[in-house]
């Protein structure tokens, strides 16, 4: 419960440069010298020791890491994946960065980007423009758990990307 009420006050209170990392690293992530946390990050709240932060990162405002992804018996901190920022490294606003990610060395993550497999160091990592992916036959939800959802999902063959606008 204090870990939560720590996280809540980590993504409001002032300090990006102190007050919000000294909070995290309390709750047990490592977060290396010189790192902005902008407001409204979100930590893992379970699992905040498998964060790691390098030196002289930015971590833009409303970014959500997560450290596990979980409903069924497979719970504890033996189910967490780690997820490593490498030092110099910019995450963009709102983006949201996946269970056992390493983001590498002085990358830079686009804003509003969905961050699920390894980042290489010295990259700009974005997505294109929002696009259909697959047909969802079995819904996400706590009744039918992650592995049936990934198991029904069909790709899109003949999906077309939309023309950029301008």
């Known amino acids: 419960m204090v870990k939560r009420l720590l996280n809540w006050l980590a993504a409001v209170a002032p300090g990006g440069f102190s007050v919000r990392p000294s909070l995290q690293r309390v709750r047990g992530a490592r977060v290396g010298r010189r790192v902005w946390i902008g407001r409204g990050v979100y930590f893992d709240e379970l699992h905040p020791e ?43 606003p709102h983006s949201v960065i996946l269970p056992g990610v390493t983001i590498g060395r002085g990358a830079v993550i686009q804003a509003g980007t969905v961050v699920a497999r390894n980042v290489p160091p010295g990259v700009l990592w974005g997505c294109d423009p929002a696009h259909p992916l697959a047909q969802v036959t079995v819904p996400l939800t706590q009744d039918t758990g992650y592995e049936r959802y990934v198991w029904g999902l069909r790709r899109i063959r003949d999906a077309k990307r939309q023309p950029e606008r301008e």
């Open 50 to 92: 498998a964060i790691s932060i390098g030196e002289n990162c930015t971590i833009g405002l409303h970014v959500s890491i997560f450290t596990h992804f979980y409903w069924g018996p497979r719970r504890g901190p033996e189910a967490a994946k780690s997820v490593v920022i490498e030092d110099d490294v910019f995450v963009g």
